[in-house]
């Protein structure tokens, strides 16, 4: 019996996908449950595995081409069929974040011995061979000098994923859109690098996570966008359409792109829920596993460039939200205190909002009480 490989649903709004690579070759023997093929949407990498057990008979769609939910995209024929060719470390049953690795260091996955399940190549693994003693190489002749129609440049041209084009896209498409506008201010994080120093260590025996800045910053927009539910709004057609919950967006940086997981209800969750649930996100957010839903429905987002070194910035809104808050790095500067100078712990923020909706003295004074709630972090735990 022919069993075919089709294409399953992508999720809410997304009726294409891309296959970026096939797993298994024709003639290999397939068990339930082996991932035969990656398919890349405009949001999410995802497998399609194995329905049941046999030979990979076919493969009707070769990798680049496009196709619709529902899709052929090969099929499963009876029989015991031969081995995969290359053994299981190889580039096909690697993360997403592994195989950017290394792709990037251009280095051949079979010659790394794998410590995961099933022999599998880790992070760890990588960058344990990358950073491994290398023989010096052997002198080489020199280039012949270049014709008169080449430079010292190279290029190289690789297609854009369908993640890279849908957030170039998305990007333009605020630009296009909305009224942006973005204001800032500064917050001093002393206080809060004094409440984390103090109980960090007990926050991460008891829970096991460590106490990071997202949770306050999430503790804090959530108050803040309960005093401005404009912010926490969004424009469809000639309606305003106000959100009475606060599903946060957190952008975090991949391999594949920056993507944006939504902690759902964050005004119901504490910041050891908060923190867990932002850590469980990034992981696999890095690994290509979110799921779609996961990636949706976002209220309000919070991106952090400060981690890259980002000292300010003006963020793109997601739309159709209205607004994004942007956290930067955290720098010490001599700052007047009660008539003294001093040097303290300081943060720039900004607020970037959608101006069709959000009035300046809205978004203002939004980014002013996130500011006074991140200096007296206590009036998150009061809730005033």
Same mark, same amino acid.
Not at 84 to 106: E, M, Q, T
Not at 197 to 209: I, L, M, R
Not at 251 to 265: H, K, Q
Not at 312 to 341: C, D, W
């Given at each position: 019996?022919?069993?075919e490989?089709?294409?399953?649903?992508?999720?809410e709004s997304?009726?294409?996908?891309?296959?970026a690579?096939w797993?298994?070759?024709?003639?290999e023997a397939?068990?339930?449950?082996?991932?035969?093929?990656?398919?890349?949407?405009?949001?999410?990498?995802?497998?399609?595995?194995?329905?049941?057990?046999?030979?990979l008979?076919?493969i009707?769609?070769?990798?680049?081409a496009?196709?619709?939910?529902?899709?052929?995209?090969?099929?499963?024929?009876?029989?015991?069929?031969?081995?995969?060719?290359? %053994?299981v470390?190889?580039?096909?049953?690697l993360?997403p974040?592994?195989r950017?690795?290394?792709?990037d260091?251009?280095i051949d996955?079979?010659?790394?011995?794998?410590?995961?399940k099933?022999?599998?190549?880790?992070?760890?693994?990588?960058?344990?061979?990358?950073?491994?003693p290398?023989?010096?190489?052997?002198?080489?002749?020199?280039?012949? %000098?270049l014709?008169?129609?080449h430079s010292?440049?190279r290029?190289?041209?690789?297609?854009?994923?369908?993640?890279?084009?849908?957030?170039?896209?998305r990007?333009?498409?605020?630009?296009?859109?909305?009224?942006?506008l973005?204001t800032?201010?500064?917050?001093?994080?002393?206080?809060?690098?004094?409440?984390r120093?103090?109980?960090?260590d007990?926050?991460?025996?008891k829970?096991?996570?460590?106490l990071?800045?997202?949770?306050f910053?999430?503790?804090?927009a959530?108050?803040?966008?309960?005093?401005? %539910?404009?912010?926490?709004?969004?424009i469809?057609?000639?309606d305003?359409?106000?959100?009475?919950?606060?599903d946060?967006?957190?952008?975090?940086?991949?391999?594949s792109?920056l993507?944006?997981?939504?902690?759902r209800?964050?005004?119901?969750?504490g910041?050891?829920?908060?923190?867990?649930?932002?850590?469980?996100?990034?992981?696999?957010?890095?690994?290509?596993?979110?799921?779609?839903?996961?990636l949706?429905g976002?209220?309000?987002?919070?991106?952090?460039?400060?981690i890259?070194g980002?000292?300010?910035?003006?963020?793109?809104?997601?739309? %159709?939200?209205?607004?994004?808050?942007?956290m930067?790095?955290?720098?010490?500067?001599?700052?007047?205190?009660?008539?003294?100078?001093?040097?303290?712990?300081?943060?720039?923020?900004?607020?970037?909002?959608?101006?069709?909706?959000?009035?300046?003295?809205?978004?203002?004074?939004?980014?002013v009480r996130?500011?006074?709630?991140?200096?007296?972090?206590?009036r998150l735990?009061?809730?005033?």
């Amino acid at each position: 019996m022919t069993v075919e490989i089709i294409v399953p649903a992508l999720g809410e709004s997304v009726k294409e996908a891309t296959v970026a690579k096939w797993l298994k070759k024709v003639g290999e023997a397939v068990a339930v449950d082996d991932p035969l093929v990656e398919l890349e949407t405009d949001k999410v990498t995802l497998e399609v595995n194995a329905s049941s057990s046999g030979v990979l008979k076919e493969i009707r769609v070769q990798t680049g081409a496009n196709v619709a939910v529902g899709a052929v995209l090969g099929s499963i024929g009876e029989g015991s069929g031969k081995a995969a060719s290359r %053994p299981v470390s190889n580039d096909s049953f690697l993360s997403p974040a592994v195989r950017k690795l290394i792709g990037d260091n251009k280095i051949d996955p079979a010659q790394i011995s794998g410590s995961g399940k099933g022999g599998r190549l880790t992070k760890e693994d990588v960058l344990e061979a990358l950073n491994a003693p290398k023989a010096a190489p052997a002198a080489k002749a020199p280039l012949p %000098p270049l014709g008169p129609r080449h430079s010292a440049r190279r290029e190289e041209r690789v297609r854009m994923t369908r993640l890279r084009q849908r957030i170039a896209e998305r990007l333009k498409e605020a630009q296009n859109t909305a009224a942006l506008l973005t204001t800032f201010n500064e917050a001093d994080m002393g206080h809060v690098l004094a409440l984390r120093a103090q109980y960090k260590d007990g926050f991460e025996k008891k829970h096991g996570v460590k106490l990071g800045f997202m949770s306050f910053f999430v503790k804090a927009a959530v108050q803040a966008l309960k005093d401005f %539910p404009a912010v926490n709004a969004e424009i469809d057609g000639q309606d305003i359409v106000y959100k009475n919950y606060y599903d946060i967006g957190v952008a975090i940086s991949t391999p594949s792109g920056l993507i944006v997981p939504v902690l759902r209800d964050a005004d119901q969750k504490g910041f050891a829920a908060i923190e867990k649930e932002i850590d469980d996100l990034s992981l696999r957010a890095r690994d290509g596993k979110l799921s779609l839903e996961e990636l949706t429905g976002g209220t309000f987002t919070i991106t952090n460039g400060g981690i890259f070194g980002s000292l300010m910035s003006t963020p793109i809104i997601n739309p %159709p939200q209205s607004g994004i808050l942007g956290m930067h790095k955290i720098q010490e500067r001599p700052v007047a205190l009660n008539g003294q100078v001093v040097v303290r712990p300081m943060m720039y923020l900004a607020l970037s909002y959608d101006h069709r909706i959000i009035d300046g003295k809205e978004a203002v004074s939004f980014l002013v009480r996130i500011k006074d709630e991140i200096e007296d972090p206590q009036r998150l735990l009061l809730d005033v």
